[in-house]
Each structure stands twice: as C-alpha cells, then as structure tokens.
C-alpha cells in the first residue's frame, strides 16, 4: 500500500532528474561543438599562412588536424541527436504515465461515487419521492372537495334538474307561435298620400254617416 503511495512521486522525480540530467549533458556537447568549430576554423586559416609561405607540409598538417576537429564535431552531432532522441522518449513515457495515472484518479474517484450512490440507495430514493408525491396529491385532492352545505348537493339530482330545464326551454320555444317580419312601410314624401289611402277614408266616412242616419 505505502509503495504505490509513495512509489509515483518518487518515479517523477527520478523522470525529472534524468532529464535534467540528459540537458546538462546537451549543454555540455554544445560547448564542446563550439570550441571544435573553433579549432577547425584556426587551423584553415593557419593553413592558408603557411600556404601563403609556401610552406607546403605544415599547411597539410593544419588541414589534418581540421579534418580530425570535424570527425570529433560529426560525433558530437551524433551524441546529440541520440540525447535529443532519449529526451523525447523520456518526455512521452512521464506524458503517458501522468496519462495513465490520472485516468486511474478518475476511475477511483468514479468508482468512489458509485459506492457512496449505489443502486438500493437510489431506488431507496426513488420510492420515497413517490410516496412524498403520492402524499401530496392526496391532501390536494381533500383540499379542493368541498364541505359543509355543498357536500350535501347530490350532483345526479343537479344534473337532472338542469337537464329539465333544457327540455322545457326547447318546448316554450317550439310551442311560440311563428311570427312574420313586417312588410317595410313605403317612404312618402311630406304633404302627399297615396291615391288609395284617400279613396279607402272617404269610403269609412260615407259608411259611418250611414251608420249613424239608422
């Protein structure tokens, strides 16, 4: 239990150190690389003075030891690249096991949240907020019944009683007699009657003259 504790920061630091480590040595090649350019460059230039002198074997000698400058320089590239080449590995294991490492906090933690919540819990929960709703319905449900006076009130009886009403409604209606519209009266212009409205009143004068000589 204490190793796996314990045992990952004690591997990311060693992670850490060695690439600390492999950058010190970067650096160190580096230098060194440079100061080889150095000499090479020094010793084409003192070739060229003793070509210039023509002194011909010394001038050789310089150009040897420049070509043993660039071997001991290719070599140091070559130690670089192999130290760039760990470095990137190093990099991507620490990046893949950091990976690793926090899927597996997620999983614990998932697996935690699991435990505290498991299925029974849940179906626990589930029940008593029905019941709460069921609960609540209930005392809504005598909330909105009525009382006193108007529970008394058989509701088939009002029913009945409005359904006679309807049906005596509907027979006043059908027993009204049928009536029809009146005719529009005719507009007369002011001071003018009709021809037959005159003969019809000199016809009830003569028959009440009549009338009233019996």
Do not use: W
Not at 1 to 30: C, H, S, V, W, Y
Not at 84 to 89: A, G, L, P, V
Not at 174 to 193: D, F, I, M, N, W
Request: glycine share 4%; hydrophobic share 40%; charged share 35%.
């Amino acid at each position: 239990m204490f190793t796996r504790i314990f045992g990952k920061p004690k591997q990311e630091t060693n992670a850490l150190a060695t690439l600390d480590k492999l950058n010190e040595t970067l650096e160190m090649l580096e230098k060194k690389e440079k100061v080889l350019l150095k000499k090479a460059a020094a010793e084409v230039e003192r070739a060229k003075e003793f070509t210039r002198a023509k002194n011909k074997r010394a001038a050789i000698q310089c150009l040897k030891r420049k070509r043993l400058y660039e071997q001991q320089i290719e070599q140091l590239g070559n130690f670089q690249l192999r130290i760039h080449d760990q470095m990137i590995m190093l990099e991507g294991a620490k990046a893949t096991t950091e990976t690793v490492d926090a899927l597996r906090t997620g999983a614990a933690a998932m697996k935690a949240m699991q435990k505290a919540t498991n299925i029974d819990d849940v179906d626990k929960t589930m029940d008593e907020i029905n019941e709460q709703t069921e609960n609540m319905k209930q005392i809504q449900e005598a909330l909105s019944t009525p009382i006193g006076a108007a529970a008394d009130f058989d509701e088939d009886e009002l029913e009945a009683e409005l359904e006679e009403l309807e049906g005596a409604e509907l027979e006043e209606q059908l027993l009204q007699p049928a009536t029809t519209a009146p005719a529009a009266p005719v507009r007369v212009p002011a001071g003018r009657q009709p021809a037959r409205k005159v003969e019809d009143d000199d016809d009830e004068l003569a028959e009440l003259q009549r009338e009233m000589a019996l």
